[in-house]
């Protein structure tokens, strides 16, 4: 019998658990644009945001990665690592393997290539979807086309039907990934709120209705 998805799952994190386990704060740095990564990573719990900095010097937001995703794997493969930086979100737990384990674990291993796989598919879906995003004309419809994937990714649906995105996004994270100002940003969010549409718990978005949010694209 061919392994499940789950047994696969759980062979890949206990070879990154028997490694070294890493810790990070809010906004420390995980891997650097001018140094090779340390290692290749697995996060155990937390949040890494994957970003660049423009040439007029402002942050801009690539991705987002949660527990049970590995980073960087194009570097993992190629050895190429472009000028892209890792960070901690949140308080975040990771694993780190050295790059040559983490090859000698896959050769040995060939049936946990599907998993890296979907997940190369999956970051690939997610650029896909951001490209798509940032086609809309106005900030508004950016701004809103972001929190929906996010709510479809991060999203918890409440008992009133609403759904709350529990991953840490501040509103410069959606600025910078949406190629907005916070200005606009702030301004924006504040007006979906006075519509019904889009509320607070705490520090985490809640949308209180996706389809009428996203009927406005």
Excluded: C
């Amino acid at each position: 019998m061919s392994m499940t998805l789950i047994k696969k799952l759980e062979l890949l994190e206990t070879f990154f658990k028997s490694h070294t386990r890493l810790q990070y704060k809010k906004g420390e740095t995980v891997v650097r644009p001018e140094d090779d990564p340390s290692g290749v990573f697995l996060i155990e719990w937390g949040f890494i945001k994957a970003y660049n900095i423009t040439k007029y010097g402002e942050e801009n937001l690539l991705l987002v990665r949660s527990s049970g995703a590995v980073f960087p794997l194009i570097w993992a493969f190629t050895g190429e690592h472009r000028d892209i930086t890792y960070e901690a979100m949140e308080p975040t737990s990771l694993w780190r393997v050295s790059k040559a384990e983490y090859i000698d674990f896959l050769n040995k291993n060939p049936e946990i290539m599907p998993v890296i796989l979907d997940m190369a598919v999956e970051a690939y879906r997610l650029h896909s979807e951001r490209v798509i995003t940032l086609s809309y004309r106005t900030a508004r419809e950016r701004i809103i086309s972001f929190i929906a994937t996010n709510a479809n990714r991060f999203g918890i649906k409440n008992k009133d039907g609403s759904i709350t995105i529990h991953a840490p996004f501040r509103q410069s994270d959606i600025a910078s990934s949406v190629n907005a100002t916070r200005e606009t940003t702030s301004r924006e969010i504040n007006s979906l709120k006075k519509k019904g549409l889009l509320s607070t718990d705490g520090s985490l978005l809640v949308v209180d209705d996706l389809d009428k949010l996203t009927s406005v694209l």
